[in-house]
């Protein structure tokens, strides 16, 4: 039931964070005005609107003008949906559950624009970066808030450094971002984050340049590898955490 629910709200969920993703590098509203076509602007209707579903009773094409939806709308809704589901499978309807769904849907939409876009907006990590400050005053009150200063300078910094010293391998919204997934998971959660963001990104790399996808000068953006490691540790965190701090287990 837990995991049904959590697929559920996730694919609601997701099909507002595709909108998050279209707009906000755009800087428009994400409520107003309501989802409409890309190219003949006519509203979508309640039908329209219900994630996945919707895309498969309209065969992916506006009712209107015929025009095709991207396939990544669905895509991006049933993965919401399987995100959600397991995060709440794992942690259940807590704080800790609500902590990391917020973090992970952060993390969806950083590594939608970054993708579509190379940038990762401010809007999208710095006011986002107070919120996980403060839910640390839930778990463990001023301590907790302070554990997660320790974990946003610390995530920050290690990004920063490594900006400075690769000269444009990583950028400022790389920082910001780092910085946020330690305001939410602290400094072994971030960490560890950033690790497996490290050697993800260098398998798919290398993936990459072995097919000829890209060329060893090409850029490949950052972000999307902070995503899938904070998404990772957000719900196998209790298992990773330990493999990359094993002096910890004690
Ligand atoms: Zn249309």
Not at 98 to 126: C, K, M, Q, W, Y
Not at 217 to 234: A, L, M, N, R, W
Request: positive net charge; aromatic residues 10%; hydrophobic residues 50%.
């Amino acid at each position: 039931m837990l995991k049904l629910s959590g697929f559920i709200v996730g694919t609601i969920l997701g099909s507002f964070l595709g909108v998050c993703i279209d707009r906000m590098p755009r800087e428009e509203s994400v409520v107003a005005p309501g989802s409409h076509c890309q190219k003949c602007g006519a509203q979508l209707g309640v039908l329209d609107l219900i994630p996945v579903l919707g895309y498969v009773l309209t065969w992916g094409r506006c009712r209107h003008c015929g025009e095709r939806v991207s396939i990544w709308y669905p895509v991006l809704e049933i993965g919401c949906g399987l995100l959600y589901a397991g995060a709440l499978g794992k942690h259940g309807f807590t704080l800790s559950a609500a902590n990391f769904l917020i973090l992970i849907s952060l993390a969806v939409v950083a590594a939608g624009i970054d993708l579509e876009h190379r940038v990762i907006p401010d809007r999208l990590t710095i006011p986002w970066m107070v919120v996980g400050l403060l839910m640390g005053a839930f778990f463990r009150g001023f301590q907790g808030i302070l554990s997660r200063v320790l974990g946003l300078l610390a995530c920050g910094g290690l990004v920063f450094l490594i900006a400075v010293l690769s000269r444009g391998g990583m950028g400022g919204g790389d920082v910001k971002f780092m910085a946020l997934v330690g305001s939410f998971l602290g400094f072994l959660g971030g960490i560890t984050s950033f690790v497996l963001a490290c050697i993800i990104g260098a398998i798919v790399g290398v993936i990459l340049i072995v097919l000829g996808i890209k060329s060893r000068k090409d850029e490949i953006p950052f972000g999307p590898f902070i995503s899938v490691g904070t998404i990772i540790v957000c719900i196998f965190g209790d298992r990773i955490i330990p493999l990359v701090f094993p002096w910890l287990r004690l």
